[in-house]
């Protein structure tokens, strides 16, 4: 039988508040063990929890980016478990009264658009880290628990189950964190758990519509492992399946080491966690008029800019797209165009050579050995005549590992395309004289064959020759 995949994403967000949810400690990331905790965090007896306004405003632009509907009236409810990590023994969360419903966001996989629909939008605090004395918890003598982590805002982002492949759920991850850097509510840093997704994979026969029994990974925080945990999962499932087995729903975890998904526990339900009204907060009421302002202090967001590098700048669709698919890309982008080159340059240096290099050394955009700067004042260089792209490629290559301006660089290796047309005809003279077939045939008529004389020009003058003046002087040489 053929089976279709079914994905649904849990994505946790980390806010860049510099405070915590309820309390005033500090949420900063990689402090000393237990220095940002006070009574409220560390669920004393006796104190009482005041909701970070600021939380609240994340929340509802979150929500207004991703085209939800916002609840003028929401409210946090206690989600009750035991776990080291969680000192109060519960979790205050948002249960049937989320703040934001019914969005979605649109992705392109593979030049398709598709749509995903957003269940929700909830507001809850993260819990503490445990820190093993071993490497993991089962190896370890014993653990301790770093409180820091505790009542750090986090967002819930939970999506419909629209997701029929790895790629798609990467793609969907990957919107929903540029639009969480766009509206700046948390610094996405994957690799420090700002943003880690629980992944719902099922399969069902091609072309059902009901849903089949879903496994669920929890804590993936790395589009990689996000991707490989998916496939390792329809794999696994689909054998299962073949072998007239039944799918258990079940936590599993991924092993990025071992490239595959363990069981955990079986999957606990709602009704396990007896939710119950959160008797220490009062509801949050929220007017038309705020969450308008909310809405109008909304920056551009990557659809709209995308939209707008093609319309101004005339980016192909699929140019744009990636530019704009995150913001440390847009901004680089932004700083290259704001030094004057020209857009359509700045864009094809920047899919080109630039992202070949950062890819290849797998660096981030923001951490560049080529600045937006000085990419942009070599693109001028080009577009000055100065030097050739050809050359550019060169100076490129030379500004990765060296921090000099382009124009030293330039110069100090001596790449400053030569115009001057004694030069270059002097050079043209003698390709001519040597390369007696190709002035032959383009005079037969086969006019393409000026192309290998050029080519010669430029080999000699190694590639400094301008070769517009090239072209027209070959031209005028061979046709008189
Ligand atoms: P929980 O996991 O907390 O019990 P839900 O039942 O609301 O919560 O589902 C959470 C996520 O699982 C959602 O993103 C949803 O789209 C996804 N999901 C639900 N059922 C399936 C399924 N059969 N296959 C794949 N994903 C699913
Ligand atoms: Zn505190
Ligand atoms: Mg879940």
């Not at 939008?121 to 490497?135: C, F, N, R, W, Y």
């Not at 653990?143 to 009542?151: E, F, K």
């Not at 290259?336 to 290849?360: F, P, Q, R, S, Y």
Request: some cysteine.
């Amino acid at each position: 039988m053929k089976y279709e995949t079914v994905i649904g994403l849990e994505i946790h967000c980390e806010l860049k508040t510099k405070t915590k949810i309820f309390c005033g400690c500090e949420t900063g990331f990689g402090a000393e063990h237990n220095t940002h905790v006070c009574p409220v965090c560390l669920g004393l007896p006796g104190v009482l929890p005041t909701v970070n306004k600021r939380v609240v405003e994340f929340a509802i632009k979150a929500g207004l980016a991703t085209n939800c509907e916002i609840n003028q009236y929401c409210k946090f409810d206690r989600k009750n478990y035991y776990y080291p990590d969680l000192p109060k023994n519960w979790q205050t969360s948002q249960y049937d009264l989320p703040i934001a419903e019914h969005g979605w966001v649109d992705i392109d996989v593979e030049g398709e658009k598709k749509r995903i629909r957003l269940t929700r939008i909830h507001m809850e605090e993260d819990a503490g880290k445990l820190v093993h004395s071993g490497t993991n918890i089962k190896d370890s003598a014993s653990s301790n628990v770093d409180y820091n982590r505790t009542g750090v805002p986090l967002l819930e982002i939970v999506s419909e189950p629209d997701m029929s492949s790895a790629l798609e759920a990467r793609t969907y991850m990957e919107k929903i964190k540029a639009i969480m850097e766009y509206i700046d509510v948390s610094n996405c840093r994957m690799e420090e758990g700002n943003l880690r997704a629980d992944v719902n994979v099922s399969l069902r026969p091609a072309g059902s519509t009901e849903l089949g029994t879903r496994t669920e990974m929890k804590n993936i925080n790395s589009f990689k492992s996000l991707e490989d945990a998916i496939n390792y999962e329809i794999e696994r499932q689909t054998e299962v399946l073949e072998d007239g087995g039944e799918i258990i729903q079940e936590t599993r975890t991924w092993d990025p080491e071992r490239g595959i998904t363990l069981s955990m526990r079986s999957k606990e339900n709602a009704h396990d966690y007896r939710y119950m009204p959160e008797p220490d907060l009062p509801p949050i009421v929220t007017s038309p008029e705020t969450i308008e302002k909310f809405r109008s202090e909304l920056p551009e967001l990557p659809d709209a800019r995308r939209a707008r590098l093609e319309k101004d700048f005339g980016l192909s669709d699929y140019d744009a797209g990636i530019i704009t698919s995150s913001r440390a890309m847009a901004e680089y982008y932004d700083a290259v165009v704001a030094t004057g080159a020209d857009a359509k340059l700045a864009a094809n240096w920047m899919m080109g050579d630039l992202l070949k290099n950062l890819n290849a050394e797998a660096i981030d955009i923001s951490k560049s050995p080529v600045e937006a700067e000085r990419l942009g004042e070599m693109i001028r260089l080009i577009e000055k005549g100065t030097i050739s792209s050809k050359i550019g490629k060169k100076v490129f290559a030379e500004m990765w590992t060296c921090p000099d301006a382009p124009a030293k660089i330039v110069e100090d290796k001596g790449l400053v395309q030569i115009t001057d047309t004694g030069a270059i005809e002097a050079i043209v003279d003698q390709v001519i004289a040597d390369n007696p077939k190709p002035v032959e045939q383009y005079k037969a008529g086969k006019k393409k064959a000026i192309g290998a004389l050029v080519g010669q020009v430029m080999k000699q003058s190694k590639g400094k020759a301008n070769p517009q003046m090239v072209n027209e002087l070959l031209a005028k040489k061979l046709d008189s």
